[in-house]
T-cell receptor, first 112, second 109 residues
Framework: DAEITQSPRHKITETGRQVTLACHQTWNHNNMFWYRQDLGHGLRLIHYSYGVQDTNKGEVSDGYSVSRSNTEDLPLTLESAASSQTSVYFC???????????FGQGTRLTVV | EDQVTQSPEALRLQEGESSSLNCSYTVSGLRGLFWYRQDPGKGPEFLFTLYSAGEEKEKERLKATLTKKESFLHITAPKPEDSATYLCAVQANDYKLSFGAGTTVTVRA
C-alpha cells in the first residue's frame, strides 16, 4: 500500500543546531506540504512544493527550508534550531488539483 | 487571508447523544472544504471533501454539510470510539489547505 512516512518520530536537539526532518511518500503525488501543530494554533503551513525543483513559503516559513530533488521526498531543515520551533511537525501529500491530502504520523521535535 | 474558525473547542457527549460541530470560513475562491479526524499522537486522517454549497457526505455516524459560509459535522448516536479531534480545512485555488484549530470530542460510555 502507498504511504507517507516521517522520520524520526521523536527528536531532541540543542539550540543552534541544524536539524533535518525526513518525509517520504510512495503515492507518487506532486504536491507535498510541511505543517507544524501547536496547542491553540492548529496546523500551520511552513513550506510546500508542487513538484520537483518547486518550493514555496507558507505562513510560518522563517527559520525553515525545504528542497525537492525528486517526487518522493521533501526534507525540512531547521537552519539553526530555536526553542520556539519545539512542536509536532506533519508532512502531507496530495495529487495535483483539489484532492485530499494524506498525512504522515508526525515528528515531535524538542529544542532545548 | 483565508480563515477557518471551529466551534466549540471541546465537546463532551454521552454515548448516543447526537451533536454538531461548526466550521465557519472565509476564503478567496473555495476549491474544497475538508474534514479530518485526528487521534492523539497520530496524523490527521481524511474523512470528507465538500465542494459546493448544499453538498452532503456521510460515513457511518458522521455527516458533513456545506453552506457558502460554514460547514457542519453532525455526529449521530456517537460511540466512545468517535472520541477524537475533528479538524476542518479549506482549500483555495492555490491548493493549500488552511486549517481550523479543531474540536476535541469526548464520548463517555
Amino acid at each position: 500500500d502507498a504511504e507517507i512516512t516521517q522520520s524520526p518520530r521523536h527528536k531532541i536537539t540543542e539550540t543552534g543546531r541544524q536539524v533535518t526532518l525526513a518525509c517520504h511518500q510512495t503515492w507518487n503525488h506532486n504536491n507535498m506540504f510541511w505543517y507544524r501543530q501547536d496547542l491553540g494554533h492548529g496546523l500551520r503551513l511552513i513550506h510546500y512544493s508542487y513538484g520537483v525543483q518547486d518550493t514555496n513559503k507558507g505562513e510560518v516559513s522563517d527559520g525553515y527550508s525545504v528542497s525537492r530533488s525528486n517526487t518522493e521526498d521533501l526534507p525540512l531543515t531547521l537552519e539553526s534550531a530555536a526553542s520556539s520551533q519545539t512542536s509536532v511537525y506533519f508532512c502531507a501529500s496530495s495529487e495535483s488539483g483539489g484532492s485530499e491530502a494524506f498525512f504522515g504520523q508526525g515528528t515531535r521535535l524538542t529544542v532545548v | 487571508e483565508d480563515q477557518v474558525t471551529q466551534s466549540p473547542e471541546a465537546l463532551r457527549l454521552q454515548e448516543g447523544e447526537s451533536s454538531s460541530l461548526n466550521c465557519s470560513y472565509t476564503v478567496s475562491g473555495l476549491r474544497g472544504l475538508f474534514w479530518y479526524r485526528q487521534d492523539p499522537g497520530k496524523g490527521p486522517e481524511f474523512l470528507f471533501t465538500l465542494y459546493s454549497a448544499g453538498e452532503e457526505k456521510e460515513k457511518e455516524r458522521l455527516k458533513a454539510t456545506l453552506t457558502k459560509k460554514e460547514s457542519f459535522l453532525h455526529i449521530t448516536a456517537p460511540k466512545p470510539e468517535d472520541s477524537a479531534t475533528y479538524l476542518c480545512a479549506v482549500q483555495a485555488n492555490d491548493y493549500k489547505l488552511s486549517f481550523g484549530a479543531g474540536t476535541t470530542v469526548t464520548v463517555r460510555a
